[in-house]
């Protein structure tokens, strides 16, 4: 059985940080594609960050130079290490895993809140 749990989220003034952070289990982490995605609220899921086998990242323009994906595979862990946060990086941030064999596991979700 795969799962994905996050943590991490939580309430953050404008211009702070927080590190999410992912672990999986029963699955083939280093060689699955691992992703963060968020989603606002009345707003669809968006793609926020992704790191594939290789070390290979890509980013949402919206977080380019603010957010950093990355992965300790001898922990089978995935973080996103957020910067410079903005009221709207406001939404719940899931993590996603694209296993080997192309099948798609989701996380429960973490809420991550900026706010004053």
């Known amino acids: 059985q795969v799962q994905l749990v996050e943590s991490g989220g939580g309430l953050v003034q404008p211009g702070g940080s927080l590190r999410l952070s992912c672990v999986a289990s029963g699955i083939s982490f280093s060689g699955s594609s691992m992703a963060w995605y968020r989603q606002a609220p009345g707003k669809e899921r968006e793609l926020v960050a992704r790191?594939?086998?290789?070390?290979?990242?890509d980013y949402a323009d919206s977080v380019k130079g603010r957010f950093t994906i990355s992965r300790d595979n001898a922990k089978n862990t995935v973080y996103l290490q957020m910067t410079s946060l903005k009221v709207e990086d406001t939404a719940i941030y899931y993590c996603?895993?694209?296993?080997?064999?192309?099948?798609?596991?989701w996380g429960q979700g973490t809420v991550v809140t900026v706010s004053s």
């Open positions: 996603r895993a694209l296993s080997p064999s192309r099948n798609v596991y």
């Open positions: 790191i594939i086998p290789g070390i290979m990242t």
